[in-house]
């Protein structure tokens, strides 16, 4: 392992990010979140990539939350520029036009159960603890948890698991789907090479729209985000060029190759 805040391997376009301050159980501070940013920016520029899997160095955490020691003394206006500079970061996880994966090895606790809710997949080890303590600290999820959360489990477990800050473990985080799929703890990189096969056995482009449709159709109503499905779906068709210049507008594309379609 490097001495990098971030450990970056790649291996057949699949990259692997190791959060790496196991000190600290790789608590997100604001040097490891900055230089987080930094590498998604560079992945945001390939067109080569298959996947990207997030995981924690050391067997002990994934990411034991936001850094403690760092947030406790600051002002409103600091804990403000320090939220928002994590939550632009994790918001380029759910945009990177690949499957994201978080390996889930041990704490995943605050942020950095915030920082799994904004991946695309989690796998946990049998051993792994969730849980948001922050009103244990008498403050509030800050990196997206109670925005993420709730999309993710549904808001009355969300209010549970928020107002409570009980952890818990990687079987409840499987039954709430809080987690994907719960592996022993040495089979982690087994399931994720498995499961990153599957990736790059399907269509690069299908996965990215599919992608896009289910993030950006759940933040629009119905009748828009089914526009927007129906875009996704005509682009990848063999009348591609044609159905391009429609996309700018969700609403306007669908209608458009609806009446091409029936013609
Ligand atoms: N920030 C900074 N340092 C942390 C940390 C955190 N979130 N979590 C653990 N550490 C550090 C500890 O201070 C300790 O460092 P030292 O060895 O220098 O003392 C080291 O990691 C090991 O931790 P412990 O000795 O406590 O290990 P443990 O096995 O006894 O307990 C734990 C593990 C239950 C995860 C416990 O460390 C813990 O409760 N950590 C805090 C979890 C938490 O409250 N997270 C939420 C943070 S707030 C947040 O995330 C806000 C937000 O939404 C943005």
Same mark, same amino acid.
């Given at each position: ?10 291996? +057949? %376009? ?42 924690? &160095?050391?067997?002990?955490?994934? #990411?034991?939350? &936001? ?10 206006? +600091?804990?403000? #520029? ?11 996880? +759910? ?15 605050? %942020? ?40 993710? #489990? ?42 990153? /096969? ?6 690069? /482009? &299908?996965?990215?729209?599919?992608? /896009? ?11 828009? &985000? ?38």
């Amino acid at each position: 392992m490097s001495d990098k805040l971030i450990d970056v391997t790649e291996k +057949e %376009g699949v990259v692997r990010l190791t959060l790496n301050r196991p000190k600290a159980l790789n608590a997100l501070n604001s040097d490891l979140i900055t230089e987080l940013n930094k590498v998604l920016v560079e992945l945001e520029q390939r067109s080569d990539l298959r996947a990207v899997l997030i995981t924690g &160095a050391g067997e002990k955490s994934f #990411v034991a939350g &936001a850094d403690i020691s760092e947030m406790r003394d600051k002002t409103p206006e +600091e804990a403000r #520029v320090f939220a928002s500079q994590a939550l632009t970061t994790v918001k380029r996880i +759910e945009h990177l036009p690949v499957p994201v994966v978080a390996l889930v090895n041990g704490f995943c606790l605050g %942020g950095g159960c915030e920082l799994a809710l904004a991946c695309d997949w989690a796998i946990a080890s049998d051993n792994a603890i969730f849980g948001q303590p922050e009103v244990g600290l008498g403050v509030i999820p800050g990196f997206g948890g109670t925005q993420r959360l709730p999309r993710r #489990v549904g808001s009355a477990l969300a209010l549970d698991l928020i107002t409570t800050g009980r952890k818990i473990d990687a079987a409840e985080a499987l039954r709430i789907g809080l987690v994907n799929r719960v592996v022993p703890a040495g089979e982690l990189d087994a399931v994720a090479e498995e499961l990153t /096969q599957q990736f790059a056995g399907n269509g690069r /482009q &299908a996965i990215r729209s599919a992608k /896009q449709a289910i993030y950006d159709g759940m933040d629009q109503d119905l009748d828009s &985000a089914l526009a927007l499905e129906t875009s996704l779906f005509a682009l990848a068709l063999p009348v591609k060029n044609k159905v391009k210049a429609w996309a700018r507008s969700s609403r306007s594309a669908s209608r458009i190759f609806e009446s091409a379609w029936y013609d």
